[in-house]
C-alpha cells in the first residue's frame, strides 16, 4: 500500500494550486455575482492540458492519470467551482466517455478538439421529468434509416449555452424500456438545436447551465455510441466515473473553506488571544482536519482504482457521498468561525458554502450514491473491492 503522491502528481498538483490562487482567485467573486462566464479562464485551463487530462495523448489529451485528475479538481475548486465543473464535465463525461467507448472514427473527430478547450462538450441525460430516475427518458431519437430524428427537452445542462457538442441520451423503442436507450453526439450547430435561458443559481453561478431543446434534429447514424441499446449502460458507466470528479470537486470546497478558516482563526483575536486558542475553534478545525482525510482518502482510492482498471463503482459513490457532505458541512462551519465577515463575499467562504450545495446533488443526488452503494452491499460486496 502506498500513500504518497509520484513526482508529476505532485508537479501538476502545485501547477493547479499556483493557477486557482493567482489566476482564477482574483476574479471570482465578480464573476460569481455577475454569472459571467469564465471565457479566459477556460481558455487558459486548455492551454495548462487541464480540459484533456484523461485523453490519450494520440488524440491530443494530456494523458494524465485520474489521481492527478483528482488532484487538479481539488485546487481549482478551493477556489472556483464554476471552473471546476467545467473541466469535470468535461474530462470525466465527456471526454473520458467518448474515448473509453466511442469508435476510433468519433474519437478523431471529436477529441481532438475537445481536449485542448477549443471545443466545450456537454452531457445531456437530465429532462424535467428524468433526474435521479434516469431511465425514464422522454427524449426520442426515431431511427429514419441513414439517421435519427432527435426530439426533446433535457434540463440543467453544464456548459449548455458554450459546449460545441453534446452527447445526448435518448429513447429510441420505448418498449425496451433501459435496453431501447441510445447515446448520441450531436454538434450544436446543427439545426433545431435551440438553448433556452441561463439558468441563475445559488452556486457555481458563473457555469452556463440551461436547458436544450432538440426540434427535428437530424442526427447521423455513424454518431451514435456503441451498440445499439447502449445509452443507459454509457451513461451509468460514464457517471461512475464523473462521480470522482465531483467528489474531488467537494473535497477542495472542504478543504478551501478549512484553509481560509485556519488562516483566519490564527490571526483574529477574540477576548485576549487569536480565536484559533479557543477551544471552540481548535476543535471545529480539529474535525475539519480529520473529515477532509478521510474524505481525501475515498477520492484519491477511487481515482487510483480507476488508473488501475479495477471496479470504482461502489468506491466512487462512497467517495461523493462522504466529501459532498464534508464539503456542506464544513463550509457552513468556515463561515460560522469567520463570523460576520465569513457572511461577507469578499472573504470568500460564502461562497464555498453556496457551491458546496449542488455536490450533494448533481451526477447522482446523495440519495442515488446510497442506492449504489446499498445494492453494492446487499449483493455481498461488503467493503470495497481492492483486488482484480
Ligand atoms: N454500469 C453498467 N451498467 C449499469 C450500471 C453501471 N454503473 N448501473 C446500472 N447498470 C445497468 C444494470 O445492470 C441494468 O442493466 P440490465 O437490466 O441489463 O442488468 C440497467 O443498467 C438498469 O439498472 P438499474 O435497474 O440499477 O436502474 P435503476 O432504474 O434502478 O437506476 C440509478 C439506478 C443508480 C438510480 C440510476 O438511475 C442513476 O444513477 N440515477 C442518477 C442519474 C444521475 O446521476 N444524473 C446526473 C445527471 S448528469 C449531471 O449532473 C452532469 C452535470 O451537468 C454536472
New binding site residues.
Given amino acids: 500500500m502506498e500513500f504518497k503522491l509520484n513526482e508529476d502528481q505532485w508537479a501538476v498538483k502545485e501547477a493547479a494550486r499556483d493557477f486557482a490562487q493567482n489566476e482564477l482567485k482574483p476574479g471570482v467573486i465578480e464573476r460569481d455575482s455577475s454569472m459571467a462566464y469564465p471565457t479566459e479562464q477556460v481558455k487558459a485551463m486548455g492551454e495548462l492540458g487541464f480540459m484533456g487530462m484523461l485523453v490519450d495523448p494520440k488524440y491530443g489529451g494530456s494523458g494524465m492519470d485520474n489521481i492527478s485528475y483528482a488532484l487538479v479538481m481539488e485546487e481549482l475548486s478551493k477556489v472556483d467551482n464554476s471552473c471546476s465543473?467545467i473541466v469535470?464535465?468535461q474530462n470525466s463525461?465527456v471526454c473520458w466517455g467518448l474515448q473509453e467507448f466511442g469508435n476510433e472514427e468519433q474519437k478523431q473527430k471529436y477529441l481532438p478538439r475537445l481536449a485542448s478547450g477549443e471545443w466545450i462538450g456537454?452531457?445531456c441525460?437530465?429532462e424535467p421529468e428524468a433526474?435521479?430516475?434516469?431511465?425514464m427518458q422522454r427524449t426520442t431519437a426515431e431511427d429514419k434509416g441513414d439517421h435519427y430524428l432527435l426530439n426533446g427537452t433535457k434540463n440543467?445542462?453544464?456548459s449548455g449555452g458554450t459546449s460545441k457538442v453534446h452527447l445526448v441520451i435518448a429513447q429510441t423503442d420505448k418498449e425496451k424500456g433501459?435496453?431501447g436507450i441510445n447515446a448520441f453526439i450531436v454538434e450544436t450547430s446543427w439545426d433545431g438545436v435551440d438553448v433556452g435561458a441561463k439558468e441563475d443559481k445559488l452556486g457555481i453561478r458563473s457555469s452556463d447551465t440551461h436547458t436544450i431543446m432538440y426540434s427535428n434534429v437530424k442526427v447521423p447514424k455513424e454518431n451514435r455510441i456503441g451498440e445499439d441499446g447502449f445509452g443507459?449502460?454509457f451513461a451509468?458507466?460514464v457517471?461512475?466515473g464523473?462521480r470522482i470528479g465531483i467528489a474531488s470537486q467537494a473535497l477542495g470546497i472542504a478543504a478551501g473553506s478549512y484553509e481560509l478558516s485556519v488562516e483566519y482563526a490564527k490571526q483574529r483575536e477574540a477576548f485576549g488571544k487569536p480565536i484559533a486558542q479557543h477551544q471552540a475553534i481548535a476543535f471545529k478545525i480539529a474535525r475539519m482536519a480529520t473529515d477532509i482525510e478521510a474524505s481525501r482518502m475515498l477520492v484519491y482510492r477511487a481515482a487510483w482504482l480507476k488508473d488501475n482498471h479495477m471496479d470504482y463503482?461502489m468506491a466512487s459513490a462512497m467517495a461523493k457521498l462522504a466529501a459532498s457532505d464534508a464539503a456542506m458541512k464544513h463550509s457552513v462551519e468556515a463561515v460560522q468561525i469567520h463570523g460576520g465577515y465569513g457572511f461577507v463575499k469578499e472573504y470568500h467562504v460564502e461562497r464555498l458554502m453556496r457551491d458546496a450545495k449542488i455536490t450533494q446533488i448533481?451526477?447522482?443526488t446523495s440519495e442515488?450514491q446510497q442506492?449504489?452503494i446499498s445494492?453494492s452491499v446487499l449483493k455481498g460486496q461488503l467493503e470495497v473491492p481492492t483486488t482484480k
Fill in positions: 465543473v469535470s464535465v463525461l456537454a452531457f441525460l437530465s433526474g435521479s430516475d434516469a431511465t440543467w445542462i453544464t433501459h435496453r443507459f449502460k451509468m458507466k457517471l461512475a464523473g463503482l448533481y451526477e447522482g442515488v442506492i449504489v445494492r
